[in-house]
Each structure stands twice: as C-alpha cells, then as structure tokens.
C-alpha cells in the first residue's frame, strides 16, 4: 500500500534590505530583542527610539564567538517561553554575525518556526551574515554544523552602526566585501582596489554592492545546492583556523582573509588563478591590516578537519577557488597531495 502526501507548492519567502538610516518600526504583537552587552551599551538606546511594540523585551547573551553555542541558544529559548511568545511573534536580531545566526537558528526551532528581523550593527553582518537565511550555532566538531535555513522577514542596514565599529572588525568586513568580489565581479574589485573604504559614501556603496552580489546569488540558489556555495571562499581553510584556535584568535573575516590566500594558493597550482592575482588580492587584504599568514602545527590533522564542513562528503572535499579575478570554480577534486603540498607552505616548517 502506498499513501502518498501531495507537498508540491510554491512559497515566497522574498523580503526587503534596507540600506538606509533605521526607519521607524511597528509591531503588533510581542517582540524580543536579542543582542549582547557591547552592543546594547552602544546603540540599544537608538533601535528603542526607533521601534515599538504590542510587548516588547530585551535577551542579551555573552559578546564572542564561544558563546554561539547550545547554552545561549537554550537561555533565549527559556526567555521566551517565561514571556510565552507564541508563532505570531517576533525576535529582532540586532548585532554582528554571531547574533544573527543564532536568532536566525532559535526564530527556526521556536514552536517550528517563527518570524525575525535582522537589524545588522558590524560590517561584516551587514555584506554577508544577515543576508540569505543561513543561521546557526556552533559546537565542538566546528563552526555553523547545527542550523537552519529559515529567511528574515526583512534586514535594515544602517550604516551609522558602524563608526563605532573598532578597526579589527571592520577589516573583518571588509575580508567578506573582498570575498564577493575575487569571485563575482572583477569591476567590483577594481573599485575595492581603488578606494577608500574609510569614507562613509564609498564604504555604503561598497555594502550596496556586496550585498546586491549576495541577494543575486541566494536568489539563484537559496539553499546552497550550487552556486551559492561559492560565497563559502575561503571558508573551508577558515572553520578550520576558527576551530583550532578555538574562535579566540580570530574574528570570523580575519580567518576567511587567511583561507581566501590559501584557496589561492590552491588556485594557482590547478591554473585557475596566476601568481600576480593572488598577490594583488592578498595586497588588497592587507591594505585593511588583515593577516595573511597563519602557522599550522600539524598539517595531517589540519587537512582532516576539512571532512567536517558541511559542503564535503564521506569521500571528498569541495573546495571553492577563484578563478581569476571575477570567477569562481568549484571542485571536489583537488589531490590530497596537492592540498598537503599548499598547507605545508603554511606549516612550521615553512
């Protein structure tokens, strides 16, 4: 006997970025600011003066990478369940990336699936993290392997968050801006390699761009069966270093602007990118005192972890590599020789 259960349909999931000074914002039903103690102290003052609510709440959880874990995710979800929130309410994620995906993640599993905002505060949230409907959370066998894919309802990009931004996350945002370019846009790149990101008309022009770049590529493949794996450059190197160093060295772009020089590396011993434009993408990362260089004590194990990314298989690893300036090349069949050979130039040795 077969009983079948007809689930054919068409759902849009379509939404609004907002690139702009926060407009003013009204909700009919309870809401729950999530974000942390930094961030709060900085602006929460300002998103209040901007937003109303039926009922509305404040969740904080620890500032860091580390705590993007199954703790803070089950102390937002008891906050919630005391303010009995119910499928018509709201979360509003209003902070960097680690923020974000976990609002994402806990707006997904609260009672199946409810609606969020993302309100963006760092650069690199506001190019890449609050765009596409990725959420997540991180535990010990790496970074962002518990998840979700669940869309906000809209994101608002306000770039004044920013001039609080310290240097260090700044140049983080940038390694993500840098990112869309080395594989989307040659055009875009030549522009990054000519500006002045520091400005704040250039810089919200930059955040345009990137984040049209995005929105193309989710749009073409929401949940990552193709193409959009290929804004995943330089992350598979990068959730390797985030995990080794135990997301305390580095912030999340400051390891990607690392895995972006080992992919090219990779690159251009397959022919896919020649030596002098990795050397003007690493000039160009450099520019926004982002390192380039990162020494692995152990190379075997190093390339072992490279199983636990969510793009490979039992049997093969999928890299991304640029190709050129502009392109993009996906591939599960790089030689583990070849890959041993790259991440020795990075080894102690070297």
């Not at 190709?323 to 030689?335: E, L, Q, W």
């Amino acid at each position: 006997m077969l009983v079948n259960i007809p689930l054919k349909r068409v759902v849009d999931d379509s939404y609004d970025i907002t690139i702009d000074t926060l407009p003013k914002l009204y909700f009919d039903t309870k809401v729950a600011i999530v974000t942390n103690p930094k961030v709060a102290g900085l602006h929460l003052g300002y998103l209040l003066s901007r937003i109303s609510a039926k009922e509305l709440y404040i969740i904080t959880v620890p500032d860091g990478e580390e705590y993007k874990n199954q703790a803070s995710v089950d102390a937002v979800l008891e906050s919630l369940f005391n303010h009995r929130f119910n499928r018509k309410s709201m979360l509003i994620a209003f902070g960097g990336g680690v923020i974000g995906d976990m609002t994402g993640y806990i707006a997904s599993i609260y009672q199946r699936g409810i609606d969020f905002v993302q309100i963006p505060t760092t650069l690199l949230s506001q190019v890449d993290a609050s765009v596409g409907g990725k959420t997540g959370m991180n535990n010990s066998y790496g970074k962002n392997l518990v998840g979700a894919f669940h869309q906000p309802r809209a994101v608002y990009i306000d770039p004044s968050f920013l001039t609080t931004l310290p240097l260090r996350e700044f140049g983080a945002g940038i390694a993500e801006i840098i990112k869309m370019a080395v594989t989307f846009n040659k055009d875009f790149f030549e522009f990054l390699e000519n500006a002045d990101l520091k400005n704040p008309d250039i810089l919200q022009e930059a955040i345009k761009q990137a984040v049209q770049t995005k929105a193309w590529v989710v749009g073409q493949d929401e949940k990552e069966h193709g193409l959009r794996a290929a804004l995943n450059y330089g992350h598979t190197f990068a959730h390797v270093i985030e995990n080794e160093t135990k997301y305390k060295k580095y912030l999340h772009g400051e390891a990607v602007a690392i895995g972006m020089v080992m992919a090219n590396k990779t690159a251009i011993k397959m022919g896919l990118m020649s030596p002098e434009e990795a050397q003007r993408v690493k000039s160009l990362l450099e520019k926004y005192n982002l390192d380039t260089s990162y020494e692995i004590a152990d190379v075997e194990s190093f390339y072992e972890a490279f199983y636990l990314d969510k793009k490979s298989s039992d049997s093969s690893i999928k890299f991304i590599l640029p190709r050129a300036i502009g392109g993009v090349f996906i591939t599960d069949a790089c030689s583990k020789e070849m890959v041993i050979e790259v991440l020795l130039g990075f080894g102690k040795q070297a």
